[in-house]
């Protein structure tokens, strides 16, 4: 039995510190972004498996923290122009006419959309360009030509984002074959925060440790060696959460088999029995102090056949 604990302990303590790892290298080359929406295309699609065209919703969006457009000579010297951009994940979404669709927030730099702006053709091409991102990871063939609508953005608002520090999103491949002016822009070079400078961050102090953790720990530290407090703390909080999730979970589905033991069973296959008061809410047959009524399933109308007295209600 205590070695059956043992495993079971290192085992846990080996897929929290996976977890920890992870986190740490995520949060340490990576930030979270807020992007902020611009236009919107729509162009209809066809999925596999599906038999109706489906509309594909790109809310194209701007953030000063995804990488600027860069331009790099190839082999035969001619310029390519690279479009860095960060892709949300799919949601469903309902558009003017209440019909259902599919969209994505696509975050380029500002410069991009500006141009986008100013310039039809190349706002077709960023679209084209977003699309050719999405269908590498979704079966979508597209059915028709995009379109434009009148709006900034199809939804509530732009989830944020998180994307790698310095390359701030992955380097799609290369569009363009000609050298294309791009319009310069000092809006990614923002002034260091007055606040952030005379302001330390000052980290909380944990808690004390208690007996009960201070016994804990040592316990732990016999199968896990150099294990931490607060290490142990987020795995006890963890593991609570869990343990009074399944609790819930156990209590409600106790309540639900009570209540099915409370329903009256009866065996009328054309006739259903319903309890009302005067006010119209529905009763128990237990609490039976209204009018019966017997609804007949094929004639659809509700017949009374018997009235009690509604003093007590």
Same mark, same amino acid.
């Given at each position: 039995?205590?070695?059956? =604990?043992?495993?079971?302990?290192?085992?846990?303590?080996?897929?929290?510190?996976?977890?920890?790892?992870?986190?740490?290298?995520?949060?340490?080359?990576?930030?979270?972004?807020?992007?902020?929406?611009?236009?919107?295309?729509?162009?209809?699609?066809?999925?596999?498996?599906?038999?109706?065209?489906?509309?594909?919703?790109?809310?194209?969006?701007?953030?000063?923290?995804?990488?600027?457009? @860069?331009?790099?000579?190839?082999?035969?010297?001619?310029?390519?122009?690279?479009?860095?951009?960060? @892709?949300?994940?799919?949601?469903?979404?309902?558009?003017?006419?209440?019909?259902?669709?599919?969209?994505?927030?696509?975050?380029?730099?500002?410069?991009?959309?500006?141009?986008?702006?100013?310039?039809?053709?190349?706002?077709?091409?960023?679209?084209?360009?977003?699309?050719?991102?999405?269908?590498? #990871?979704?079966?979508?063939?597209?059915?028709?030509?995009?379109?434009?609508?009148?709006?900034?953005?199809?939804?509530?608002?732009?989830?944020?984002?998180?994307?790698?520090?310095?390359?701030?999103? #992955?380097?799609?491949?290369?569009?363009?074959?000609?050298?294309?002016?791009?319009?310069?822009?000092?809006?990614?070079?923002?002034?260091?925060?007055?606040?952030?400078?005379?302001?330390?961050?000052?980290?909380?102090?944990?808690?004390?440790?208690?007996?009960?953790?201070?016994?804990?720990?040592?316990?732990?530290?016999?199968?896990?060696?150099?294990?931490?407090?607060?290490?142990?703390?987020?795995?006890?909080?963890?593991?609570?959460?869990?343990?009074?999730?399944?609790? #819930?979970?156990?209590?409600?589905?106790?309540?639900?088999?009570?209540? #099915?033991?409370?329903?009256?069973?009866? =065996?009328?296959?054309?006739?259903?029995?319903? @309890?009302?008061?005067?006010?119209?809410?529905?009763?128990?047959?237990?609490?039976?102090?209204?009018?019966?009524?017997?609804?007949?399933? =094929?004639?659809?109308?509700?017949?009374?056949?018997? =009235?009690?007295?509604?003093?007590?209600?």
């Amino acid at each position: 039995m205590a070695a059956k =604990s043992d495993a079971n302990y290192e085992y846990m303590w080996a897929e929290y510190k996976k977890v920890l790892d992870r986190n740490k290298e995520i949060e340490e080359n990576s930030i979270e972004i807020y992007p902020e929406p611009s236009f919107v295309a729509r162009i209809p699609c066809e999925l596999e498996g599906v038999d109706e065209d489906i509309s594909v919703v790109l809310n194209l969006c701007q953030s000063i923290h995804v990488d600027a457009p @860069c331009e790099t000579p190839d082999h035969t010297g001619q310029m390519r122009v690279r479009l860095p951009l960060s @892709c949300g994940p799919l949601r469903e979404e309902k558009d003017g006419a209440g019909n259902q669709c599919v969209a994505f927030d696509v975050v380029f730099h500002p410069e991009v959309i500006t141009r986008c702006q100013k310039e039809t053709a190349f706002k077709e091409t960023v679209a084209s360009f977003a699309f050719q991102n999405i269908q590498r #990871k979704f079966k979508v063939t597209p059915a028709g030509k995009f379109q434009f609508p009148r709006i900034r953005y199809m939804g509530i608002r732009p989830a944020k984002q998180r994307i790698r520090k310095k390359t701030a999103s #992955k380097k799609v491949e290369e569009i363009g074959k000609t050298k294309t002016p791009l319009p310069s822009s000092d809006d990614d070079k923002l002034p260091p925060s007055m606040f952030q400078a005379k302001i330390p961050k000052v980290k909380a102090e944990p808690p004390p440790m208690t007996k009960q953790e201070a016994k804990m720990l040592e316990d732990f530290r016999k199968h896990v060696p150099g294990l931490k407090h607060e290490e142990m703390r987020k795995a006890l909080l963890m593991y609570q959460k869990t343990h009074e999730e399944e609790k #819930k979970r156990a209590e409600m589905e106790k309540e639900i088999m009570e209540e #099915k033991k409370k329903i009256p069973l009866f =065996s009328a296959p054309k006739y259903s029995i319903f @309890c009302f008061t005067h006010s119209g809410a529905k009763l128990s047959l237990n609490n039976f102090l209204g009018r019966v009524y017997v609804k007949a399933a =094929s004639e659809n109308q509700d017949v009374p056949v018997l =009235s009690t007295p509604h003093s007590k209600i």
